[in-house]
């Protein structure tokens, strides 16, 4: 059932034929561009570590010594917990760097043209 040899050929010939000659400046250009947000996602990466671990301590032990968390927060309730902290902390240090790319890219822009 799959697809017959002579109809991959085809395929694969008229796929070629439409693809575009590399320029040789083009590794450089897809560097420039995904630098700053792998840079973004690795930042964001750390922070969501640091958040989850920072909130899960005094959210389990409060889970089993406070009364009222004891009694109301079951251990879905505690994963959102930390994991809304490590969310948000992963967003907005990701947010932040972008936009301080995003400053500099356009300051060294203006201070090229005046």
């Known amino acids: 059932m799959g697809i017959p040899s002579d109809v991959v050929g085809v395929m694969a010939s008229k796929r070629s034929s439409f693809m575009v ?4 400046n083009e590794p450089r250009v897809i560097d420039s561009k995904t630098s ?3 840079d973004a996602v690795q930042k964001g990466a750390k922070m ?3 958040a989850g671990s920072v909130v899960a301590v005094p959210t389990l032990v409060g889970c089993r010594v406070i009364p009222w ?3 109301n927060l079951n251990y879905t309730a505690q994963a959102l917990i930390i994991s809304a902290a490590a969310i948000s902390g992963f967003f907005i ?4 760097t972008i936009l301080k790319n995003a400053r500099g ?3 060294g822009k203006y201070d ?3």
């Open 36 to 38: 700053p947000t792998q």
């Open 112 to 114: 090229k043209s005046s």
């Open 21 to 24: 000659a590399a320029s040789p």
């Open 105 to 107: 890219n356009t300051i």
């Open 93 to 96: 240090t990701a947010d932040k």
């Open 69 to 71: 968390a004891k009694a």
């Open 48 to 50: 969501a570590i640091i």
